[in-house]
């Protein structure tokens, strides 16, 4: 008894500082996590960072081991404070790249008062405190150093391996999060509010170490040559300036696929009123999605500025505060007003920040919009595009404004929402989900759709629309070659797959026709630039209704030329058409450097914010 009583003395500073940030770090995790807070889920990724903590303590003498505690303490509270601060008004946690921009705090500078709740008073109490139980005179007793060492040693390794198998085992689970940091409540929870911070100090680091690598000699010269060389290269001019002081209207769906479009399951089209909506459009049935780790947010990246996506991580995460010739902003030199829509959370892919680094005027978020019907994620595309549709009417005109919906988001379970759509065999299957969140996504469409055409707004206007990236994982392509009559199982087959569609509607439904140009994410830009008269130089990517070569180059350096495929994962040619494998020539050895080249120079772009120089030179 008397041995425990002198150890409680002894590890006092340690004891309460283990029992107050448990508890202060559970109450941050009930706060953010809104009823999903558990303790046998949530408690062992807090209790392991603060063990670490502890475990670094240990190394000094008691006196200066309570002044460090007692350091830690005091930070840890102000971020855990500032983040529910913050958390008050957007639903989402603080990190760097929102600290460093600013930008996110402008609403919240003048409501900081109201944001700032007396009860978050009560995390300072015990900082009043413990200093006089801390720091009064009691005659500890010395560790000897090596003690000190071996308490540091044992401590930090037990409790540095659980916050490792943790980071390793979200990493697992979802291999982007960690690097793209897109849902950083996601982090916080399964990770616990200290390792997020940490995480997002590496990121933001090895970022910033990324950057400050010098480009080779002679690079920056290459890139401008090359930007000249593709602008200056001699170019038909089909459908130039059609789009003129017309609207552009942009609607990124989530996880459209192309064999979605013109398939039947039992007789019953998946995609009835978009089949109907591409007859009076020009439609490319071979355009595919680009995206890399970005995701969603990689696909408006290339939308607004045909660069491709960051090797590693997500652009919008870490190239936010670069300079951009994006579209909205080029749009905006020719008098439009621009927007981008969305029913979800500010700040997921740091879009508050990255819409306005992209020059867009307005981003209607889920503040914007009010949450009367929620499928999946969120809001519900029908309450959605309805509310958009008074919005868009509200614009001032020309306008430029981007959608992107949300319902037919994976995993696609809340199937009872989606209404009835009967999908046979495939019932119950992830494919049988997808087509009926599919099916419910293009309900709403096509009801959008209409209402544009009846008031009018189709008439003026240029639409656009396209799906972002992938619904399905390569487990499904056994259901979705039965779906699709098909039996081929090779990685080529696959690659065919990954197909978006991409509809442009002109008025009066001018223009119309299946184009079977190979295309991409890459090359809408380039596409609107011409229908608008706008710039190209440093656009990446082709326009669909003047290139005869549909050259398309994804992010691991795999790229096609519409006639041939190369497969970068695997080094290896097809030919399109008889689905063979081909040897390289040395035509496809050059494209091959050539894409290679192409997405070197995207990398140094971003990584050397290239277009803010080139934008001075050009003065
Ligand atoms: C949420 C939506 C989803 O805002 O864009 O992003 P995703 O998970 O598809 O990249
Ligand atoms: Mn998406």
Redesign the pocket.
Known sequence: MEKLKTLGQNYFDIITFIIILTIKFCIYSIYILEGYFSFRANLLPILASVFVLCSITLLFKPNHRAKLLYGFNIVLTLIIVSDLVYYGYFRDILCIPVLKNGIMLGPVKSSIFNLFKPKFLLFLFDLVILPFLYFKKINHKENTLRFRLVSFIILFAISGSISGYQIYKLNKEQPRLLTTM??RIYIAKTLGNFNFHLLDVYNFTSQQIQKSKALPAGREAAIQSFLNAKDNSPKTSNLKGTGVKKNLIIIQV??LQGFALNTKINGQEITPNLNRFAKKSAYFDNYFYQ?AS????DAEFMTNNSLYPAAQGAVAYLYYSNEFNSLPKALEKNGYSTSTL?G??ED??N?SVMNKTEGFDSFYGEKSFNIDESIG??LSDKSFLTQALDKLSKLQSPYYSLL?T?TS??PFDNVEKYGSFDVGSFEGTLLGNYMKSIHYTDKQLGDFLDKLSENGTLDNSILMLYG??YALPKEEQNNLNQLLNLTDTSALAWMQLQKIPMLIHFPQDSNSGVNHLYGGEMDLYPTVANLFNLPTKDLLGKDLFNSTIGKVIFRNGSFTNGKTFYLSQSNSFYDIETKKPINETPELKNEKETSENILQYSDDILNHNLLKTFNKTSK
């Open positions: 897109f849902n989530e996880a995206v970005g995701n969603t947010s969305h979800y959370k997921f892919w879009r994620l969120g992107i949300l988001h994976f972002d990236h």
